[in-house]
């Protein structure tokens, strides 16, 4: 099929974001996976989010968390 627009050009270089654990969840909650748990289990697994991140001292100032241009998961495991 021809398609009147080509793309000319892709870009993608990776960014790097500091959240807090508070931000973190907070967009953590506003995901469609979260979201399709239902307000119960979703809460729960908040905090059992909000207890992994405090288990891993999470955030470390001097360790950025990283995300792929397009998106993709922190790392929680380093």
Do not use: I
Request: zero cysteines; charged letters at 30%; hydrophobic letters at 35%.
């Amino acid at each position: 099929m021809l398609s009147l627009f080509a793309e000319l050009a892709s870009r993608r270089s990776p960014v790097e974001l500091r959240y807090s654990a508070d931000d973190y969840l907070a967009n953590l909650a506003t995901q469609s996976g979260t979201r399709a748990l239902g307000e119960g289990r979703s809460a729960d697994f908040l905090v059992r989010v909000r207890k992994r991140l405090e288990a891993l001292g999470w955030p470390r100032p001097d360790r950025p968390r990283r995300r792929s241009a397009h998106g993709g998961p922190v790392d929680l495991t380093t």
